[in-house]
């Protein structure tokens, strides 16, 4: 599989013609839009229960734990065990 990376701009019809390298295979294709500005969630449909779940992700608040907190967790659940 080759890659190609060509700028383009998005018109307000949303039409895009690229032209690709003379020297770039010729047959069947993907082709793959990456903008440059940021997506709203209006924009982005999940498709299946895992795009779903990385979306709801997102959704939440950032939390942040130090390392010190893990390990007391780590260290009272393996005192839990009694072992």
Avoid: Y
């Avoid at 701009?9 to 895009?16: A, D, G």
């Avoid at 003379?22 to 498709?47: H, Q, W, Y």
């Avoid at 942040?64 to 072992?83: K, Y």
């Amino acid at each position: 599989m080759r890659a190609c990376q060509i700028e383009a701009h998005i018109p307000p019809n949303r039409r895009l013609e690229i032209v690709v390298p003379e020297n770039f295979p010729v047959g069947e294709a993907e082709v793959i839009v990456l903008s440059r500005k940021g997506t709203t969630k209006e924009m982005i449909e999940p498709t299946n229960a895992l795009d779903a779940l990385l979306t709801w992700q997102q959704s939440l608040p950032r939390q942040s734990r130090s390392l010190e907190d893990i390990a007391t967790q780590v260290r009272e659940e393996r005192e839990a065990w009694g072992s």
